[in-house]
Protein backbone atom coordinates (compact mmCIF):
# COMPACT_ATOMS: atom_id res chain seq x y z
CA UNK A 1 0.00 0.00 0.00
CA UNK A 2 1.62 3.50 -0.65
CA UNK A 3 1.70 5.54 2.24
CA UNK A 4 -0.65 8.29 0.61
CA UNK A 5 -3.17 6.35 -1.24
CA UNK A 6 -5.83 4.91 0.45
CA UNK A 7 -6.16 2.14 -2.03
CA UNK A 8 -4.32 -1.54 -1.46
CA UNK A 9 -3.60 -3.85 -3.67
CA UNK A 10 -6.84 -6.03 -3.07
CA UNK A 11 -8.50 -2.62 -3.69
CA UNK A 12 -7.26 -2.00 -6.65
CA UNK A 13 -7.37 -5.55 -7.84
CA UNK A 14 -11.04 -6.00 -6.88
CA UNK A 15 -11.61 -2.33 -9.29
CA UNK A 16 -9.85 -3.80 -11.83
CA UNK A 17 -11.67 -7.25 -11.90
CA UNK A 18 -15.10 -4.87 -11.70
CA UNK A 19 -14.69 -3.68 -15.22
CA UNK A 20 -12.87 -6.70 -16.54
CA UNK A 21 -8.95 -4.64 -16.89
CA UNK A 22 -6.13 -6.71 -16.11
CA UNK A 23 -3.38 -4.42 -14.63
CA UNK A 24 -3.20 -0.81 -13.89
CA UNK A 25 -1.22 -0.30 -17.32
CA UNK A 26 -3.99 -1.73 -19.39
CA UNK A 27 -6.23 0.32 -17.75
CA UNK A 28 -4.01 3.47 -18.70
CA UNK A 29 -2.80 2.36 -22.11
CA UNK A 30 -4.73 4.77 -24.06
CA UNK A 31 -3.03 7.95 -22.62
CA UNK A 32 0.46 7.78 -24.45
CA UNK A 33 3.44 6.39 -22.87
CA UNK A 34 5.18 9.98 -23.36
CA UNK A 35 2.49 11.75 -21.52
CA UNK A 36 2.81 9.19 -18.49
CA UNK A 37 4.47 10.57 -16.07
CA UNK A 38 8.05 8.34 -15.97
CA UNK A 39 9.92 9.42 -12.85
CA UNK A 40 10.15 8.53 -9.32
CA UNK A 41 7.32 10.83 -7.54
CA UNK A 42 10.04 11.14 -4.55
CA UNK A 43 7.49 11.90 -1.83
CA UNK A 44 9.06 11.77 1.66
CA UNK A 45 7.72 9.46 4.26
CA UNK A 46 6.00 11.14 7.30
CA UNK A 47 7.06 13.88 9.26
CA UNK A 48 6.57 15.28 12.70
CA UNK A 49 4.39 18.01 13.31
CA UNK A 50 7.15 20.16 14.28
CA UNK A 51 8.83 19.08 11.48
CA UNK A 52 6.55 19.50 8.79
CA UNK A 53 6.31 23.53 10.15
CA UNK A 54 9.88 23.95 10.36
CA UNK A 55 9.80 22.30 6.27
CA UNK A 56 7.11 24.30 5.23
CA UNK A 57 8.94 27.91 6.81
CA UNK A 58 12.26 26.78 5.11
CA UNK A 59 10.10 26.27 1.59
CA UNK A 60 7.90 29.92 2.07
CA UNK A 61 11.30 31.82 2.87
CA UNK A 62 12.05 31.07 -0.98
CA UNK A 63 9.02 33.25 -1.43
CA UNK A 64 10.06 37.15 -2.39
CA UNK A 65 7.56 39.80 -1.57
CA UNK A 66 7.36 42.33 -4.40
CA UNK A 67 5.71 45.67 -4.72
CA UNK A 68 2.94 45.56 -7.09
CA UNK A 69 3.11 47.37 -10.33
CA UNK A 70 1.09 45.03 -12.79
CA UNK A 71 -2.68 44.58 -13.06
CA UNK A 72 -4.30 42.92 -16.12
CA UNK A 73 -7.49 41.83 -14.22
CA UNK A 74 -5.80 40.97 -11.10
CA UNK A 75 -5.03 43.74 -8.80
CA UNK A 76 -2.83 44.35 -5.05
CA UNK A 77 -5.68 45.91 -2.92
CA UNK A 78 -6.31 46.96 0.23
CA UNK A 79 -8.10 43.65 2.58
CA UNK A 80 -10.32 45.89 5.80
CA UNK A 81 -8.92 43.89 8.53
CA UNK A 82 -12.61 43.34 9.63
CA UNK A 83 -13.60 41.25 6.38
CA UNK A 84 -11.35 38.37 7.98
CA UNK A 85 -13.03 38.78 10.97
CA UNK A 86 -16.26 38.05 9.87
CA UNK A 87 -16.28 36.06 6.86
CA UNK A 88 -13.86 33.31 8.85
CA UNK A 89 -17.32 32.81 10.91
CA UNK A 90 -18.03 29.08 11.23
CA UNK A 91 -21.94 29.92 10.18
CA UNK A 92 -20.24 31.64 6.89
CA UNK A 93 -17.33 29.40 6.26
CA UNK A 94 -18.12 26.57 6.60
CA UNK A 95 -22.22 26.78 5.24
CA UNK A 96 -23.03 24.91 2.21
CA UNK A 97 -26.05 26.16 0.22
CA UNK A 98 -28.24 27.86 3.22
CA UNK A 99 -31.26 28.81 1.50
CA UNK A 100 -34.52 27.52 3.38
CA UNK A 101 -35.65 31.06 3.98
CA UNK A 102 -37.13 29.46 7.45
CA UNK A 103 -33.23 29.28 8.57
CA UNK A 104 -31.05 31.40 6.52
CA UNK A 105 -32.23 35.06 6.87
CA UNK A 106 -28.49 35.71 7.72
CA UNK A 107 -27.50 34.60 4.64
CA UNK A 108 -30.32 35.55 2.70
CA UNK A 109 -30.21 39.19 4.13
CA UNK A 110 -26.27 39.56 3.47
CA UNK A 111 -27.12 38.41 -0.13
CA UNK A 112 -29.66 41.00 -0.89
CA UNK A 113 -27.90 43.93 0.63
CA UNK A 114 -24.64 42.78 -1.35
CA UNK A 115 -27.13 42.87 -4.57
CA UNK A 116 -29.19 46.51 -3.48
CA UNK A 117 -25.14 47.75 -3.79
CA UNK A 118 -24.09 46.36 -6.78
CA UNK A 119 -26.54 47.47 -8.29
CA UNK A 120 -26.32 51.04 -6.89
CA UNK A 121 -22.69 50.79 -7.96
CA UNK A 122 -23.60 50.38 -11.68
CA UNK A 123 -27.15 52.01 -12.21
CA UNK A 124 -28.92 48.45 -13.46
CA UNK A 125 -32.12 47.44 -11.58
CA UNK A 126 -31.09 43.76 -11.34
CA UNK A 127 -28.54 41.82 -10.16
CA UNK A 128 -27.98 38.07 -9.24
CA UNK A 129 -26.29 36.73 -6.03
CA UNK A 130 -22.84 36.56 -7.43
CA UNK A 131 -20.97 34.55 -10.53
CA UNK A 132 -17.67 32.73 -10.46
CA UNK A 133 -15.17 35.30 -11.85
CA UNK A 134 -15.30 38.36 -14.35
CA UNK A 135 -14.68 36.30 -17.36
CA UNK A 136 -17.59 33.63 -16.67
CA UNK A 137 -19.97 36.65 -15.68
CA UNK A 138 -19.37 37.75 -19.10
CA UNK A 139 -19.96 34.84 -20.82
CA UNK A 140 -23.32 34.14 -19.32
CA UNK A 141 -24.25 38.03 -20.11
CA UNK A 142 -23.59 36.11 -23.60
CA UNK A 143 -25.93 33.42 -23.24
CA UNK A 144 -28.43 35.76 -22.00
CA UNK A 145 -28.47 38.00 -24.94
CA UNK A 146 -28.26 35.02 -27.30
CA UNK A 147 -31.18 33.50 -25.50
CA UNK A 148 -33.23 37.05 -25.69
CA UNK A 149 -32.94 37.53 -29.03
CA UNK A 150 -32.89 34.48 -30.79
CA UNK A 151 -29.22 35.46 -32.95
CA UNK A 152 -26.01 33.81 -32.71
CA UNK A 153 -23.77 36.49 -33.84
CA UNK A 154 -21.70 38.82 -30.92
CA UNK A 155 -19.35 42.00 -31.68
CA UNK A 156 -16.59 42.87 -29.62
CA UNK A 157 -14.07 45.35 -28.89
CA UNK A 158 -10.51 43.78 -29.36
CA UNK A 159 -10.00 45.79 -26.34
CA UNK A 160 -11.09 43.23 -23.94
CA UNK A 161 -9.02 41.11 -21.99
CA UNK A 162 -8.19 38.18 -24.06
CA UNK A 163 -8.31 35.91 -21.40
CA UNK A 164 -12.10 37.49 -20.87
CA UNK A 165 -13.09 36.66 -24.68
CA UNK A 166 -10.76 33.55 -24.82
CA UNK A 167 -13.76 32.25 -21.71
CA UNK A 168 -16.39 33.71 -23.56
CA UNK A 169 -15.80 31.78 -26.94
CA UNK A 170 -15.37 28.63 -24.82
CA UNK A 171 -18.87 28.73 -23.61
CA UNK A 172 -20.05 29.37 -27.37
CA UNK A 173 -17.92 26.89 -28.94
CA UNK A 174 -20.97 24.30 -28.74
CA UNK A 175 -23.34 27.16 -29.79
CA UNK A 176 -21.99 27.56 -33.22
CA UNK A 177 -21.64 31.53 -32.39
CA UNK A 178 -20.21 33.87 -34.75
CA UNK A 179 -17.59 35.91 -33.37
CA UNK A 180 -17.11 39.92 -34.58
CA UNK A 181 -14.54 41.80 -33.43
CA UNK A 182 -14.11 46.01 -33.37
CA UNK A 183 -10.65 46.71 -34.59
CA UNK A 184 -8.68 49.54 -31.97
CA UNK A 185 -7.34 52.72 -32.51
CA UNK A 186 -5.25 54.85 -30.60
CA UNK A 187 -5.91 53.23 -27.68
CA UNK A 188 -9.74 52.78 -27.86
CA UNK A 189 -12.70 50.71 -29.44
CA UNK A 190 -13.49 52.39 -33.56
CA UNK A 191 -16.67 52.15 -33.62
CA UNK A 192 -17.39 53.88 -36.68
CA UNK A 193 -18.69 51.27 -37.84
CA UNK A 194 -20.74 49.84 -35.12
CA UNK A 195 -23.98 50.25 -36.87
CA UNK A 196 -23.09 47.98 -39.92
CA UNK A 197 -20.98 45.60 -37.86
CA UNK A 198 -24.08 45.17 -35.15
CA UNK A 199 -26.61 44.30 -38.26
CA UNK A 200 -28.12 40.86 -37.16
CA UNK A 201 -26.19 40.59 -33.92
CA UNK A 202 -27.61 39.79 -30.37
CA UNK A 203 -25.19 41.70 -28.67
CA UNK A 204 -22.57 44.31 -28.66
CA UNK A 205 -19.60 43.45 -25.76
CA UNK A 206 -17.39 46.52 -24.68
CA UNK A 207 -14.75 46.60 -21.65
CA UNK A 208 -14.55 49.93 -19.88
CA UNK A 209 -11.94 50.50 -18.64
CA UNK A 210 -10.35 48.43 -21.67
CA UNK A 211 -7.58 46.05 -21.57
CA UNK A 212 -4.95 49.37 -21.58
CA UNK A 213 -6.73 50.80 -18.51
CA UNK A 214 -8.84 53.54 -21.10
CA UNK A 215 -12.22 54.95 -20.90
CA UNK A 216 -14.28 53.95 -23.54
CA UNK A 217 -16.04 56.45 -25.02
CA UNK A 218 -19.59 54.88 -24.97
CA UNK A 219 -22.07 57.72 -24.85
CA UNK A 220 -24.85 57.17 -27.99
CA UNK A 221 -23.34 53.78 -28.59
CA UNK A 222 -26.34 52.32 -26.92
CA UNK A 223 -28.67 54.03 -28.96
CA UNK A 224 -26.87 52.61 -32.33
CA UNK A 225 -26.60 49.09 -30.67
CA UNK A 226 -30.75 49.42 -30.16
CA UNK A 227 -31.51 50.23 -33.26
CA UNK A 228 -30.05 47.00 -34.97
CA UNK A 229 -32.44 45.17 -32.31
CA UNK A 230 -29.17 44.24 -30.52
CA UNK A 231 -28.21 44.75 -26.98
CA UNK A 232 -25.34 46.91 -25.69
CA UNK A 233 -23.10 44.66 -22.89
CA UNK A 234 -20.65 46.66 -20.85
CA UNK A 235 -17.62 44.42 -18.83
CA UNK A 236 -16.44 47.23 -16.17
CA UNK A 237 -13.89 47.53 -13.42
CA UNK A 238 -16.41 47.73 -10.78
CA UNK A 239 -13.61 50.71 -8.73
CA UNK A 240 -13.84 53.05 -11.62
CA UNK A 241 -17.65 53.37 -11.17
CA UNK A 242 -17.07 55.21 -8.37
CA UNK A 243 -15.86 58.48 -11.03
CA UNK A 244 -16.82 57.13 -14.31
CA UNK A 245 -19.98 57.27 -15.59
CA UNK A 246 -22.01 53.47 -15.06
CA UNK A 247 -23.34 51.28 -17.37
CA UNK A 248 -27.04 51.98 -16.58
CA UNK A 249 -26.18 55.29 -17.47
CA UNK A 250 -24.85 54.67 -20.80
CA UNK A 251 -27.32 52.51 -21.90
CA UNK A 252 -26.10 48.78 -20.97
CA UNK A 253 -28.50 46.34 -21.15
CA UNK A 254 -26.28 44.25 -19.21
CA UNK A 255 -23.16 45.31 -16.94
CA UNK A 256 -20.50 42.51 -15.90
CA UNK A 257 -17.41 42.03 -14.87
CA UNK A 258 -14.72 40.74 -11.62
CA UNK A 259 -15.31 42.38 -8.49
CA UNK A 260 -11.44 41.53 -6.93
CA UNK A 261 -11.11 44.81 -6.64
CA UNK A 262 -13.29 45.45 -4.01
CA UNK A 263 -10.92 43.58 -1.17
CA UNK A 264 -10.76 40.53 -2.43
CA UNK A 265 -6.85 39.37 -1.56
CA UNK A 266 -4.93 38.19 -4.78
CA UNK A 267 -4.39 34.58 -3.61
CA UNK A 268 -2.61 33.30 -6.37
CA UNK A 269 -5.64 33.89 -8.50
CA UNK A 270 -8.73 33.34 -7.32
CA UNK A 271 -11.03 32.21 -5.60
CA UNK A 272 -12.67 36.05 -7.12
CA UNK A 273 -16.17 36.71 -7.09
CA UNK A 274 -17.88 38.17 -10.99
CA UNK A 275 -20.87 40.36 -10.79
CA UNK A 276 -23.69 39.84 -13.90
CA UNK A 277 -26.08 43.32 -13.58
CA UNK A 278 -29.08 43.55 -15.87
CA UNK A 279 -32.50 45.86 -16.99
CA UNK A 280 -35.88 44.87 -15.68
CA UNK A 281 -36.65 43.16 -19.32
CA UNK A 282 -33.68 40.76 -19.38
CA UNK A 283 -34.58 39.77 -15.62
CA UNK A 284 -36.21 36.75 -16.83
CA UNK A 285 -32.85 35.48 -18.54
CA UNK A 286 -30.84 36.14 -15.42
CA UNK A 287 -29.28 33.15 -14.91
CA UNK A 288 -28.03 31.48 -10.87
CA UNK A 289 -29.66 32.80 -7.97
CA UNK A 290 -31.60 36.24 -7.02
CA UNK A 291 -32.44 37.14 -3.71
CA UNK A 292 -35.64 38.72 -2.87
CA UNK A 293 -37.55 40.49 -0.29
CA UNK A 294 -40.64 39.85 1.23
CA UNK A 295 -42.89 39.91 4.07
CA UNK A 296 -44.00 36.60 6.05
CA UNK A 297 -47.85 35.47 7.23
CA UNK A 298 -47.33 37.26 10.38
CA UNK A 299 -46.28 40.64 8.07
CA UNK A 300 -43.02 40.82 9.23
CA UNK A 301 -39.94 41.20 6.50
CA UNK A 302 -38.01 38.31 5.15
CA UNK A 303 -35.78 37.22 2.88
CA UNK A 304 -36.19 35.35 0.18
CA UNK A 305 -34.72 33.16 -3.20
CA UNK A 306 -37.16 34.70 -6.13
CA UNK A 307 -38.08 34.06 -9.55
CA UNK A 308 -36.78 30.28 -9.45
CA UNK A 309 -38.35 29.17 -12.47
CA UNK A 310 -35.80 30.45 -14.10
CA UNK A 311 -33.22 28.27 -13.04
CA UNK A 312 -31.87 24.98 -14.14
CA UNK A 313 -33.13 23.09 -11.66
CA UNK A 314 -37.05 23.64 -12.54
CA UNK A 315 -36.24 24.09 -16.21
CA UNK A 316 -33.58 21.58 -16.83
CA UNK A 317 -32.77 21.60 -19.90
CA UNK A 318 -34.89 24.05 -21.05
CA UNK A 319 -32.65 26.51 -18.87
CA UNK A 320 -30.98 29.57 -20.25
CA UNK A 321 -28.02 28.32 -18.16
CA UNK A 322 -26.82 25.47 -16.73
CA UNK A 323 -25.40 27.40 -13.49
CA UNK A 324 -26.66 26.77 -10.13
CA UNK A 325 -24.05 28.31 -7.91
CA UNK A 326 -22.38 31.42 -6.86
CA UNK A 327 -19.66 32.91 -4.47
CA UNK A 328 -21.48 33.26 -1.52
CA UNK A 329 -18.54 33.74 0.78
CA UNK A 330 -17.40 36.33 -1.73
CA UNK A 331 -19.90 38.25 -2.09
CA UNK A 332 -20.38 38.49 2.39
CA UNK A 333 -16.92 39.52 2.01
CA UNK A 334 -17.90 41.91 -0.84
CA UNK A 335 -20.90 43.33 1.23
CA UNK A 336 -18.78 43.67 4.01
CA UNK A 337 -16.06 45.77 1.97
CA UNK A 338 -18.33 48.01 0.46
CA UNK A 339 -20.01 48.54 3.90
CA UNK A 340 -17.12 49.44 5.51
CA UNK A 341 -15.85 51.69 3.16
CA UNK A 342 -19.00 53.48 2.58
CA UNK A 343 -19.69 56.13 -0.23
CA UNK A 344 -17.04 58.25 0.29
CA UNK A 345 -14.41 55.85 1.19
CA UNK A 346 -15.29 53.98 -2.23
CA UNK A 347 -14.49 57.42 -4.38
CA UNK A 348 -11.48 58.19 -1.84
CA UNK A 349 -10.07 54.65 -3.04
CA UNK A 350 -10.82 54.83 -6.67
CA UNK A 351 -9.26 58.81 -6.58
CA UNK A 352 -6.14 57.11 -5.17
CA UNK A 353 -5.42 54.99 -7.96
CA UNK A 354 -6.47 57.19 -10.49
CA UNK A 355 -3.69 59.74 -9.31
CA UNK A 356 -1.93 57.46 -8.95
CA UNK A 357 -1.58 56.01 -12.00
CA UNK A 358 -1.58 59.66 -13.82
CA UNK A 359 1.94 60.22 -11.37
CA UNK A 360 3.50 57.20 -12.05
CA UNK A 361 2.94 57.50 -15.91
CA UNK A 362 4.52 61.15 -15.90
CA UNK A 363 7.48 60.46 -14.00
CA UNK A 364 8.31 57.16 -15.71
CA UNK A 365 7.88 59.19 -19.20
CA UNK A 366 10.75 61.91 -17.37
CA UNK A 367 13.23 58.73 -16.91
CA UNK A 368 13.35 58.61 -21.07
CA UNK A 369 12.96 54.99 -20.87
CA UNK A 370 8.86 55.20 -21.79
CA UNK A 371 7.12 57.13 -24.35
CA UNK A 372 3.23 57.63 -24.17
CA UNK A 373 1.26 55.16 -26.49
CA UNK A 374 -1.71 57.05 -26.51
CA UNK A 375 -3.54 60.30 -25.07
CA UNK A 376 -6.87 59.07 -24.08
CA UNK A 377 -8.38 59.17 -19.88
CA UNK A 378 -7.48 56.07 -18.24
CA UNK A 379 -8.31 54.70 -14.77
CA UNK A 380 -5.74 53.00 -13.15
CA UNK A 381 -3.77 51.28 -15.30
CA UNK A 382 -1.98 52.70 -18.57
CA UNK A 383 0.39 51.72 -21.26
CA UNK A 384 3.89 52.77 -22.58
CA UNK A 385 5.73 52.37 -25.16
CA UNK A 386 9.65 51.12 -24.83
CA UNK A 387 12.36 49.76 -27.42
CA UNK A 388 13.54 47.80 -23.91
CA UNK A 389 14.05 44.15 -23.67
CA UNK A 390 11.05 42.89 -21.58
CA UNK A 391 12.43 39.83 -20.49
CA UNK A 392 15.59 41.77 -19.01
CA UNK A 393 13.36 44.65 -17.61
CA UNK A 394 11.16 41.93 -15.80
CA UNK A 395 14.10 40.14 -14.60
CA UNK A 396 15.50 43.36 -13.16
CA UNK A 397 12.80 44.62 -11.53
CA UNK A 398 12.46 41.42 -9.95
CA UNK A 399 15.47 41.50 -8.51
CA UNK A 400 14.86 44.59 -7.28
CA UNK A 401 11.86 43.48 -5.58
CA UNK A 402 9.31 44.58 -7.86
CA UNK A 403 6.70 42.74 -10.16
CA UNK A 404 6.65 45.42 -12.38
CA UNK A 405 4.46 46.03 -15.83
CA UNK A 406 2.77 43.39 -17.79
CA UNK A 407 4.09 42.91 -21.39
CA UNK A 408 1.65 43.40 -24.56
CA UNK A 409 4.05 42.65 -27.35
CA UNK A 410 4.49 45.26 -29.80
CA UNK A 411 6.58 47.40 -27.02
CA UNK A 412 3.41 48.03 -24.83
CA UNK A 413 4.24 47.98 -21.27
CA UNK A 414 1.04 47.89 -19.40
CA UNK A 415 1.37 49.70 -15.40
CA UNK A 416 -0.94 49.51 -12.96
CA UNK A 417 -1.52 51.44 -9.96
CA UNK A 418 -3.66 50.61 -6.59
CA UNK A 419 -4.53 52.38 -3.54
CA UNK A 420 -1.90 50.54 -1.48
CA UNK A 421 0.87 51.88 -3.48
CA UNK A 422 2.11 55.34 -1.47
CA UNK A 423 3.88 58.21 -3.42
CA UNK A 424 7.45 57.09 -1.39
CA UNK A 425 6.94 53.65 -3.18
CA UNK A 426 6.08 54.94 -6.76
CA UNK A 427 9.41 57.58 -6.05
CA UNK A 428 11.24 54.78 -5.49
CA UNK A 429 10.04 52.77 -8.47
CA UNK A 430 10.42 54.87 -10.67
CA UNK A 431 14.19 55.70 -9.15
CA UNK A 432 14.85 51.88 -9.54
CA UNK A 433 13.53 51.82 -13.45
CA UNK A 434 15.49 54.76 -14.19
CA UNK A 435 18.82 52.99 -13.29
CA UNK A 436 17.81 50.17 -15.92
CA UNK A 437 20.57 49.64 -18.43
CA UNK B 1 -65.56 31.20 -25.17
CA UNK B 2 -65.50 27.64 -23.06
CA UNK B 3 -64.00 24.70 -23.32
CA UNK B 4 -66.62 23.16 -25.88
CA UNK B 5 -65.80 26.26 -28.59
CA UNK B 6 -62.39 25.30 -29.04
CA UNK B 7 -59.87 22.82 -30.70
CA UNK B 8 -56.80 20.78 -28.01
CA UNK B 9 -53.47 19.69 -28.99
CA UNK B 10 -52.74 17.16 -26.28
CA UNK B 11 -50.09 19.20 -24.63
CA UNK B 12 -52.65 21.45 -23.01
CA UNK B 13 -53.45 24.13 -25.94
CA UNK B 14 -56.46 25.30 -27.28
CA UNK B 15 -56.94 26.78 -30.59
CA UNK B 16 -60.29 29.05 -31.18
CA UNK B 17 -60.66 29.47 -34.83
CA UNK B 18 -62.27 32.56 -36.63
CA UNK B 19 -61.62 32.09 -40.51
CA UNK B 20 -58.37 31.99 -41.35
CA UNK B 21 -57.09 33.32 -37.47
CA UNK B 22 -56.68 31.74 -34.47
CA UNK B 23 -56.98 32.64 -30.63
CA UNK B 24 -54.50 30.15 -28.98
CA UNK B 25 -54.59 29.48 -25.23
CA UNK B 26 -54.12 26.81 -22.28
CA UNK B 27 -56.03 24.31 -20.93
CA UNK B 28 -58.25 25.06 -17.69
CA UNK B 29 -56.37 21.78 -16.83
CA UNK B 30 -53.04 23.51 -17.61
CA UNK B 31 -54.27 26.80 -15.76
CA UNK B 32 -54.77 24.08 -12.32
CA UNK B 33 -51.87 22.09 -12.52
CA UNK B 34 -49.60 24.91 -13.24
CA UNK B 35 -50.34 26.44 -10.04
CA UNK B 36 -50.07 30.39 -10.14
CA UNK B 37 -48.75 31.50 -12.78
CA UNK B 38 -45.84 34.30 -12.98
CA UNK B 39 -44.73 34.83 -16.14
CA UNK B 40 -45.38 34.36 -19.79
CA UNK B 41 -42.36 34.50 -22.30
CA UNK B 42 -44.36 35.23 -25.07
CA UNK B 43 -43.22 35.59 -28.59
CA UNK B 44 -43.19 38.60 -31.51
CA UNK B 45 -45.76 39.82 -33.89
CA UNK B 46 -44.47 38.37 -37.31
CA UNK B 47 -42.70 35.47 -35.82
CA UNK B 48 -43.97 32.05 -37.97
CA UNK B 49 -43.87 28.86 -36.32
CA UNK B 50 -44.68 25.47 -37.29
CA UNK B 51 -47.54 22.91 -35.67
CA UNK B 52 -46.07 22.16 -32.63
CA UNK B 53 -43.06 24.22 -32.36
CA UNK B 54 -42.49 25.86 -29.22
CA UNK B 55 -44.02 29.40 -29.37
CA UNK B 56 -43.45 31.14 -25.96
CA UNK B 57 -43.37 29.41 -22.73
CA UNK B 58 -45.32 30.13 -19.24
CA UNK B 59 -43.94 29.69 -15.71
CA UNK B 60 -45.76 29.08 -12.00
CA UNK B 61 -44.36 29.48 -8.71
CA UNK B 62 -43.60 26.09 -9.44
CA UNK B 63 -42.36 24.75 -12.74
CA UNK B 64 -41.83 26.43 -16.56
CA UNK B 65 -43.24 24.96 -19.07
CA UNK B 66 -42.72 25.45 -22.79
CA UNK B 67 -45.83 26.24 -25.38
CA UNK B 68 -46.68 24.75 -28.33
CA UNK B 69 -48.60 25.88 -31.33
CA UNK B 70 -51.46 24.01 -32.23
CA UNK B 71 -51.64 25.22 -36.11
CA UNK B 72 -48.66 26.50 -38.48
CA UNK B 73 -48.86 29.99 -38.62
CA UNK B 74 -47.49 33.69 -38.52
CA UNK B 75 -48.36 35.44 -34.73
CA UNK B 76 -50.63 38.55 -35.89
CA UNK B 77 -51.08 39.76 -32.12
CA UNK B 78 -49.76 39.12 -28.12
CA UNK B 79 -51.80 39.54 -25.66
CA UNK B 80 -50.20 42.40 -24.12
CA UNK B 81 -52.37 41.95 -20.79
CA UNK B 82 -50.82 38.76 -20.05
CA UNK B 83 -47.54 40.85 -19.16
CA UNK B 84 -48.25 42.73 -16.38
CA UNK B 85 -51.02 40.85 -15.02
CA UNK B 86 -50.17 36.47 -16.21
CA UNK B 87 -52.74 35.62 -13.50
CA UNK B 88 -55.45 36.11 -15.52
CA UNK B 89 -55.19 32.69 -17.19
CA UNK B 90 -55.70 31.21 -13.79
CA UNK B 91 -58.55 33.28 -13.14
CA UNK B 92 -60.13 32.48 -17.10
CA UNK B 93 -58.22 30.06 -18.99
CA UNK B 94 -60.26 30.27 -22.10
CA UNK B 95 -61.16 34.16 -22.18
CA UNK B 96 -57.31 35.31 -21.76
CA UNK B 97 -55.59 34.09 -24.80
CA UNK B 98 -51.85 34.14 -25.34
CA UNK B 99 -51.54 34.80 -28.74
CA UNK B 100 -53.12 35.08 -32.02
CA UNK B 101 -52.21 33.52 -35.15
CA UNK B 102 -52.56 33.33 -39.08
CA UNK B 103 -53.39 30.37 -40.07
CA UNK B 104 -51.06 28.72 -42.43
CA UNK B 105 -52.52 25.22 -43.35
CA UNK B 106 -56.06 24.95 -42.38
CA UNK B 107 -56.79 21.45 -43.28
CA UNK B 108 -54.04 20.73 -40.01
CA UNK B 109 -56.90 21.88 -38.65
CA UNK B 110 -58.42 18.31 -38.51
CA UNK B 111 -55.77 16.55 -36.96
CA UNK B 112 -56.65 18.44 -33.42
CA UNK B 113 -58.50 16.67 -30.84
CA UNK B 114 -62.74 17.86 -30.05
CA UNK B 115 -63.34 18.42 -25.85
CA UNK B 116 -64.27 14.63 -25.43
CA UNK B 117 -61.29 13.72 -27.29
CA UNK B 118 -59.21 15.72 -25.49
CA UNK B 119 -60.41 15.09 -21.47
CA UNK B 120 -60.40 11.58 -22.68
CA UNK B 121 -56.39 12.03 -22.61
CA UNK B 122 -56.12 13.27 -19.11
Known amino acids: MHKYLPHTEGDIKQMLDAIGVGSLDELFEKIPKKLQYQGKYDVPNQLSDLEVTKLLNEIAANNKTLTIFRGYGAYDVYTPSIIKALTSRQEFITSYTPYQPEVSQGTLQYIFEYQSMICEITGMDVTNASMYDGPTATAEAILMAISHTGKKKIV??????????????????????????????????????????SKDSAAVLVQSPNVYGNIEHLNGISDTIHAEGSLFIMNTEITSLALFNTPGNL????????????????????AYIGFLAAKTPLLRKM??????????????????????????????????????SNQSLMALSVAIY?????????????????????????ELVKTGLFTKSNNQTHYKEFV?????????????LIEKGYLGPQYLGDGKYLFAVTEKRTKDEIDQFVKVVGEFK | MNKHDVKYLSSHEWLY???????????????????????????????????????????????????????SGTVVAVNEALVTKPELVNEDPF??????????????????????????TL
Not at chain 1, 163 to 173: A, P, S
Not at chain 1, 290 to 318: N, S, Y
Open chain 2, 95 to 120: NNWIVEIELSDLSELNSLLDVTQYEA
Open chain 2, 17 to 71: VEGNKAKVGISSYAAMHLGDIVFFDLPKVGQTFKKEAVFGAVESVKSASDLYLPA
Open chain 1, 156 to 197: YSSLIHPRTIEVVKTYGHYRDLDFVPLPEKDGLTDFSKLAEL
Open chain 1, 384 to 396: LESKIDPKDFDTY
Open chain 1, 287 to 324: PGRICGITTDQDGKRAFVLTLQAREQHIRRAKANSNIC
Open chain 1, 251 to 270: GADIACGDLQSLGVPLSFGG
Open chain 1, 338 to 362: LSSMGKEGFIDLARLSLDGAYYLEA
